[in-house]
T-cell receptor
Framework: DAKTTQPTSMDCAEGRAANLPCNHS???????VYWYRQIHSQGPQYIIH???NNETNEMASLIITEDRKSSTLILPHATLRDTAVYYC????????????FGKGITLSVRP | GAGVSQSPSNKVTEKGKDVELRCDPI?????LYWYRQRLGQGLEFLIY????????KSGLPSDRFSAERTGESVSTLTIQRTQQEDSAVYLC??????????????FGPGTRLTVL
């Protein structure tokens, strides 16, 4: 599976957009970009995924570069409840997908 | 509820005792996964069930660990003769299977196991 790299941490002000970057320069054509997050002491929560087109849902937007080597998760109006560890992973289509998370990026939303 | 549920949410046990953890997947999800997450660590895959296929047990750390699933519903993870190193959060996830391919995994809240 392609490896991803993320900054260790970032913070943003409540109400502002949080833009979380992820590099996946070795991604293959059949691999999806997935984002999960884990709020302290809770199970991982699915956020969004995409293959090559930008995606948006009620939680976030996912912007994938044209060469698919990097992506950005956008939380348009961050709240204190968005403070969590965010994991960017790539998952090949057709695999039973035993998920492994790296260290992720710790997002701290400040009042 | 519509999500994956797990019980108990917390379990404290004494070393050497057996424990049983339960997972109720999202209705209609034929794929079910168990993971373990030690404090401050990433996910560790344990076992995967899909429909009537033989489960993928490749992640079970020892023969003290076993899991069952009845059809496409509830799964139980059993740990026999628990050890202190078994202390962790045990997470269950489920997903649909579309044309034979597992889709997005959705996680339950986990069971925090503490072995004294």
């Amino acid at each position: 599976d392609a490896k991803t790299t993320q900054p260790t941490s970032m913070d943003c002000a409540e109400g502002r957009a949080a833009n979380l970057p992820c590099n996946h320069s070795t991604i293959s054509g059949n691999e999806y970009v997935y984002w999960y997050r884990q709020i302290h002491s809770q199970g991982p929560q699915y956020i969004i995924h995409g293959l090559k087109n930008n995606e948006t849902n009620e939680m976030a937007s996912l912007i994938i570069t044209e060469d698919r080597k990097s992506s950005t998760l956008i939380l348009p109006h961050a709240t204190l409840r968005d403070t969590a560890v965010y994991y960017c992973i790539v998952i090949p289509l057709g695999a039973n997908s035993k998920l492994t998370f790296g260290k992720g990026i710790t997002l701290s939303v400040r009042p | 509820g519509a999500g994956v549920s797990q019980s108990p949410s917390n379990k404290v046990t004494e070393k050497g005792k057996d424990v049983e953890l339960r997972c109720d997947p999202i209705s209609g999800h034929t794929a079910l996964y168990w993971y373990r997450q030690r404090l401050g660590q990433g996910l560790e895959f344990l076992i995967y069930f899909q429909g009537n296929s033989a489960p993928d047990k490749s992640g079970l750390p020892s023969d003290r660990f076993s899991a069952e699933r009845t059809g496409e519903s509830v799964s139980t993870l059993t740990i026999q003769r628990t050890q202190q190193e078994d202390s962790a959060v045990y997470l269950c996830a489920s997903s649909r299977v579309i044309s034979g391919t597992p889709d997005t995994q959705y996680f339950g809240p986990g069971t925090r196991l503490t072995v004294l």
